[in-house]
């Protein structure tokens, strides 16, 4: 399986400010997505990077709020914009290897303070 | 919407002692559902794909089951270190029908006492 990398793997961060968060994959991919996971709750997609074209976004997340780059194959950040206690949470990367396999990077915790 | 639900939210064993772990979901078009364990602090690392009913996978000591509405994830005489969250998720096209994703439900702890 693929290996993943996130940076950071944590942060604090003030109100207001903006985080970008890196995926980095040992291999190729075409589709990376990236998820958030708040205490309690389950993991929640925010959208879908496809290599080459827009990212694709879920209902109740948009891109002036969580834009996403898909520079290359192996490579993708995610910015968490304008943030607010409500953002923190683990943002987690993934790539679909095989057909319906994904495989999770190890996260980023984030504090919004 | 497609809806995953997982029981019991938190379960507690003894070392030796089998028990079964519940994935109920509803979906439009399912194409596989998957299981994955989440250790603390960790991602989810991916245990099993199931794409039909009346399929099986084994693993060591964990074998998931897969019906038209639900999955269960048996667990076989557990060791301490099989304690984690295990995670249930299904796979179907988004609302825009331009991609899969999956819908996860929210897990279930467990812990396996020595």
């Known amino acids: 399986s693929a290996v993943i990398s996130q940076k950071p793997s944590r942060d604090i961060c003030q109100r207001g400010t903006s985080l970008t968060i890196q995926c980095q994959v040992d291999s190729q991919v075409t589709m990376m997505f990236w998820y958030r996971q708040q205490p309690g709750q389950s993991l929640t997609l925010i959208a879908t990077a496809n290599q080459g074209s827009e990212a694709t976004y879920e209902s109740g997340f948009v891109i002036d709020k969580f834009p996403i780059s898909r520079p290359n194959l192996t490579f993708s950040t995610l910015t968490v914009s304008n943030m607010s206690p409500e953002d923190s949470s683990i943002y987690l990367c993934s790539v679909e290897q095989y057909i319906g396999e994904q495989f999770f990077g190890p996260g980023t915790r984030l504090t919004v303070l | 919407e497609d809806q995953v639900t997982q029981s019991p939210e938190a379960l507690r064993l003894q070392e030796g002692e089998s028990s079964s772990l519940n994935c109920s979901y509803t979906v439009s078009g399912l194409r596989g559902l998957f299981w994955y364990r989440q250790d603390p602090g960790k991602g989810p690392e991916f245990l099993f794909t199931?794409?039909?009913a009346g399929e099986e996978k084994e693993k060591e000591r964990l074998k998931a089951t897969l019906t038209k509405k639900e999955s269960f994830l048996h667990i076989t005489a557990p060791k301490p270190e099989d304690s984690a969250t295990y995670l249930c998720a299904v796979q179907a096209l988004n609302s825009g029908g331009s991609n899969y994703k999956l819908t996860f439900g929210k897990g279930t702890l467990l812990t396996v006492n020595p």
């Open positions: 199931l794409y039909s």
